[in-house]
């Protein structure tokens, strides 16, 4: 049974269409990085997830229920963008609060708040927290019940970067334990590392969905290999130029050439039988150039549409 499946979903407010024929599941114990830009539908999506919408059109099944069912809430952590509690209590007694709420064990709120890093802090009220600390606390909130899925949207908002390592080991414990995580993020290099398969959004469509291995193939996105200690002359440059090989000098003793269409090992090859350099690094397309490479395209289509 999949964690959350999205099934022909569309969401219009009034004559607006926010998402358009949305397919997109989520496996059991599976990270799925969900990114767009503003307005691409990521929150709306969520609050799908969460009960708090009905679908216009579609169906959305969360833990094999509708979402609005209490046995799905009580199995649910949500971490919102902005997060907001009330200022003149403490961070106990916020946790405390909150564990009633959901029907949580009480014992876990001290584990909680040691986990996030607020140990420190417990007994002060939140309005004296820093935007960091009350991230923390909202993420401690999204904790209790120990919740078969969690909903993470913007987490690192206000982290240094010590504690958004700590909130990705974090995440990466969970999934271990078979928690199914989906993570909204605009800081797309710190998230790669630590998702199973990415969904990319453009106003409302669902660009691509599938582990990076699946965009790569599908976008056909070059591969950078560098190598150092290889001299690059004019001639050698034109030379691999005329082979239908991109490359270029980053310096006296260093080149950049790229592989395309699966010919990494191929051109790899190659690039050492030139000579014997000190080093080679080998830049497979990042999560990055993958979304700047949809949201391209995505434009391209639309403005094709326009001038069908």
């Known amino acids: 049974m999949n964690a959350v499946e999205i099934q022909g979903v569309s969401q219009r407010y009034g004559s607006m269409t926010v998402l358009h024929d949305l397919h997109l599941c989520l496996g059991e114990g599976e990270v799925l990085g969900l990114f767009g830009h503003n307005g691409a539908g990521k929150t709306t999506s969520m609050k799908l997830i969460l009960g708090l919408l009905a679908p216009s059109a579609g169906q959305v099944r969360v833990l094999g229920r509708a979402p609005d069912d209490p046995q799905v809430r ?156 290889i001299g690059a002359s004019e001639q050698w440059l034109q030379r691999w130029s005329a082979a239908g090989h991109s490359a270029r000098s980053l310096g006296e003793h260093s080149v950049e050439v790229e592989a395309v269409n699966g010919h990494k090992l191929p051109l790899l090859r190659q690039l050492l039988g030139e000579g014997s350099p000190e080093d080679v690094e080998i830049h497979q397309p990042s999560l990055e150039d993958l979304y700047r490479y949809y949201m391209e395209r995505a434009g391209d289509v639309r403005a094709q549409e326009g001038h069908a």
């Open 74 to 229: 009580r199995q649910l952590g949500y971490l919102p963008e902005n997060v907001t509690f009330y200022p003149q209590l403490s961070g106990r007694e916020t946790l405390r609060h909150f564990a009633r709420l959901k029907g949580a064990a009480p014992g876990q709120v001290g584990e909680l708040l040691e986990q996030v890093g607020l140990a420190h802090a417990v007994d002060r009220r939140v309005k004296t927290y820093s935007k960091g600390m009350r991230q923390r606390l909202g993420l401690a909130q999204a904790l209790l019940g120990e919740p078969r899925l969690l909903l993470l949207d913007e987490p690192t908002v206000g982290l240094d970067p010590i504690a958004t390592q700590d909130l990705y080991q974090l995440i990466d414990r969970l999934r271990q334990r078979g928690a199914s995580i989906i993570l909204c993020s605009h800081a797309l290099p710190g998230v790669e590392a630590h998702i199973n398969r990415a969904a990319i959004l453009a106003r409302g469509r669902l660009q691509a969905a599938g582990s990076l291995g699946e965009l790569r193939r599908e976008a056909g996105l070059p591969v950078r290999i560098r190598a150092s200690g």
